[in-house]
């Protein structure tokens, strides 16, 4: 399959077989094949890996350089928290329309760039430098609507600092200082990152119908905290990820004193699933979910 891959003649038709697959038929692919080229010194292609999502399309590089990255995130795309991309799909195919997506921890763009794609005005924000270079190529190679922030989002305006795993880069935890424990035998990389928050931007998207995604290795309570007034004021549909830890329980008593309902991905508007009571939400085995307001 290696070989297969870097071929870019046979690469392309692997692509063509690759849209052909479901959001669970591309997850397996995902898991099987997207670490390849982590310990390989293949020979490999250069080009690109095109992306068909909804009505439109778009690509990312392949760079024999940066292969264990690259091609990493071309399987990703769809095939990484395939709840997440279900529910994407389904919030632009129902009649919902949103004016704005706000990528919180946009890690590589991946997201976010789904939606760029199908015309929809993006704000990331993201800390970590190699993310960042890779966004901002990905933005000015397709011309996408996106206004790109490089730093924290949280609580207060006191800076912070990254860590992040050498080759896992989409790992990183913010943290005050203290280092988190990181399961890898990896270099830990660390960086100061100025920190933001979300209520600086009210009154700006005061009159936008905004998707917030938030995605921060465990720092979401504090990004949420950091953005209370645009959840009373602007009324965001939230999708976020939480660990099953302490902090569950502090960012249901969030959601609540705000008046949001919490829902279980994959969401379809146009068949809604229930809200999550207060114990399943608590005790659900999985990590992403989506907060809307009621």
């Known amino acids: 399959m290696r070989r297969r891959i870097a071929n870019k003649k046979t690469r392309n038709q692997l692509n063509l077989q690759w849209h052909r697959n479901s959001f669970k038929e591309s997850e397996n692919i995902y898991l099987k094949y997207a670490k390849l080229f982590r310990d390989n010194s293949m020979r490999v292609d250069s080009g690109r890996w095109p992306i068909q999502f909804r009505d439109a399309e778009f690509s990312l590089p392949i760079r024999p350089d940066q292969m264990w990255l690259d091609w990493d995130l071309c399987l990703s795309v769809l095939g990484h928290e395939i709840e997440i991309k279900q529910t994407y799909a389904n919030l632009l195919d129902s009649e919902l329309q949103f004016d704005l997506m706000v990528d919180v ?50 609580d207060s305006d006191e800076p912070l600092t990254i860590h992040y795993p050498q080759f896992d880069t989409w790992l990183g935890r913010i943290s005050d200082g203290e280092v988190p424990v990181f399961e890898t035998d990896q270099a830990i990389l660390s960086h100061k990152v100025k920190q933001v928050r979300l209520d600086d931007w009210c009154d700006e998207w005061s009159s936008k119908s905004i998707l917030l995604k938030i995605d921060t290795e465990g720092h979401e309570l504090n990004v949420l905290k950091g953005g209370r007034r645009l959840l009373e004021q602007n009324r965001s549909w939230v999708l976020f990820e939480s660990w099953k830890d302490a902090s569950r329980s502090r960012l249901l008593k969030l959601f609540d004193e705000t008046g949001y309902d919490l829902h279980s991905l994959p969401y379809d508007p146009r068949c809604p699933n229930g809200a999550l009571s207060a114990n399943d939400f608590l005790g659900h085995p999985e990590q992403n979910f989506l907060a809307i307001p009621r």
């Open 105 to 154: 921890g946009a890690n590589y763009g991946t997201h976010s760039a789904l939606f760029l794609a199908n015309g929809l005005r993006s704000v990331l924000f993201e800390p970590n430098p190699h993310c960042l270079e890779y966004i901002e190529e990905q933005v000015q190679e397709h011309e996408w609507p996106a206004e790109v922030h490089a730093c924290a989002v949280g």
